[in-house]
């Protein structure tokens, strides 16, 4: 018997089963939201592994929104890079081990004592850029 046709099948079967375990992950979205003091605008760049999201700047309450499907690996990441005022900060903003079962639409206030996620309940510190 020729296993070529079984192993065709094999694959096809775990490519489909991926791709459905794909589209049952819910889809997160991101809002990150200037509320720096006095009116300072906010220039934010964006970025996974595999995806750079661009330079953003905002005005001073103004916010920057993106979405994605956190991968069923358990491992997606975005980070940021943050300046305002020769001031420059970076973040994860989004770390699906820490955040997966936190929000599905995170937001973000951007303040200068670092990032705090909705409704500053939750506050982080910033990490400093070298």
């Known amino acids: 018997m020729n296993p070529l046709p079984i192993n ?3 694959s096809l079967t775990l490519v489909f089963v991926v ?3 794909g589209l049952l992950l819910h889809k997160t ?10 009116g300072t605008d906010l220039t934010l760049h ?6 750079d999201l661009g330079i953003q700047h905002l005005a001073y309450r103004n916010y920057f929104e993106f979405n994605f499907r956190p991968s069923f690996l358990g491992n997606t990441l975005f980070y940021c890079s943050m300046q ?3 001031t ?7 770390v699906e081990g820490r955040d997966v079962s936190r929000c599905i639409r995170c937001l973000w206030y951007v303040r200068p004592d670092g990032p705090c996620l909705s409704n500053y309940e939750i506050c982080y510190h ?5």
């Open 8 to 10: 065709w099948l094999l």
């Open 19 to 21: 791709s459905e375990a």
């Open 29 to 38: 979205d991101v809002l990150i939201y200037n509320d720096l003091d006095g």
């Open 46 to 51: 964006c970025k996974s592994k595999n995806n």
């Open 84 to 86: 305002w005022n020769g």
């Open 88 to 94: 420059m900060r970076w973040f994860d903003i989004y």
């Open 126 to 130: 910033w990490k400093s850029v070298a």
